[in-house]
């Protein structure tokens, strides 16, 4: 389904002409899955969300875009917000931010407190609860208006400016989130969190309680495929994020699950609780997925399935 170069290169470049037949037999394919995981259930926003729907939205660096099933619809972003508010963080203070955060994985459930106290507050990486309420602080002790000013940088990441933070997952995500205060007082108590726990929280809850389309969010993580460039938003340094973004994408993008994603999609990632998965193909392209029904480490089922189907059946891997 690739362009063969008959010379053996691993280096494939996407077929566009083939590209929406392949989209639609992944679509057809993954929906005989459905059924196989459970939405998130913790706040009644995600409960709610009809569990058997699926859109998918891929974006050249060259600007164009291929769409399946509900590309369109927006939906919580939960922790692929983590990915934004680290491009941010790195925008504001540089490596500096790897003085209180880690860039290993973790091997635990994104939301444990296990290693934290162990290893001196220092969070062993950015994805992880911990590692993103430290990048949120970063933001929040340096911002007048923090959750504003994540999601107007989300917003015009994406060139829509509709995509906003939904009160009332924000709401849901304040009521339940008590893994999330322990995390945060334990930072706090040990000298890793700079604004007061309440500010950093308010503006963590909200930011994964933004709403995007798989279509937004496949434009918003553009500069991470296209050496930092962006067509919507040029006032960010995105020069030399992509490689180190991405690679903290592959090695810590979905917990701990990430080793067995690296090995059947084998592209760097984030994922997040209302079952969308963002993806980058360096060089070529980005890619967000969405179906809501998770797997017991908290990754979409279906997403993670048809992120396998586009890299074997186009060979883009990057391995
Ligand atoms: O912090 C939390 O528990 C959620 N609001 C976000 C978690 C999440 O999306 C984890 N990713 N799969």
Redesign the pocket.
């Known amino acids: 389904m690739a362009n063969n170069t008959g010379d053996n290169s691993i280096n494939q470049i996407l077929d566009l002409d083939a590209l929406p037949m392949i989209l639609q037999q992944i679509h057809q394919e993954v929906i005989n899955e459905y059924g196989q995981g459970n939405v ?1 259930d ?1 706040i009644p926003g995600l409960a709610q969300v009809d569990p058997q729907q699926f859109g998918m939205a891929l974006r050249t660096v060259d600007e164009q875009e291929f769409t399946v099933g509900a590309a369109d619809t927006a939906f ?7 990915l934004f508010t680290l491009m941010l963080a790195l925008d504001i203070v540089g490596e500096e931010l790897w003085q209180r955060v880690g860039r290993e994985p973790s091997g635990m459930r ?2 444990s407190l296990v290693l934290l106290d162990s290893e001196g507050g220092i969070p062993r990486n950015p ?1 992880i ?1 911990d590692g ?1 309420i430290v990048v949120t602080d970063v933001i929040a002790a340096r911002s007048a208006a923090p959750a504003r000013r994540i999601e107007e940088f989300i917003a015009s990441l994406s060139g829509n400016d509709s995509n906003r933070i939904d009160q009332q997952i924000a709401a849901g ?1 304040q009521a339940t ?1 008590f ?2 205060v322990a995390i945060a007082n334990l930072l706090k108590g040990m000298g890793n969190l700079e604004a007061e726990v309440e500010q950093t929280l308010d503006c ?2 909200k930011q ?2 933004i709403t995007m389309s798989c279509r937004d969010l496949a434009r918003a993580i553009e500069c991470l495929a296209n050496r930092g460039k962006s067509h919507f938003k040029s006032s960010f340094h995105a020069e030399k994020m992509d490689k180190r973004i991405n690679s903290l994408m592959l090695t810590c993008g ?2 701990d699950a990430v080793g067995n994603f690296a090995y059947n999609v084998g592209l760097p990632a984030k ?4 079952g969308g998965i963002v993806a980058v193909c360096p060089g070529q392209y980005t890619v967000a997925v969405w179906a809501p029904e ?1 797997d017991r ?3 979409s089922v279906l997403g993670q399935l048809a992120l396998e189907k586009l890299t074997s059946y186009t060979h883009t891997s990057i391995f």
């Open positions: 998130a913790y919580s972003i939960q922790s692929i917000s983590k994104f939301n994805f609860n993103a995500e989130g893994r999330n963590y809850f994964c309680a979905l917990y994922s997040g609780v209302g998770l480490y908290g990754n």
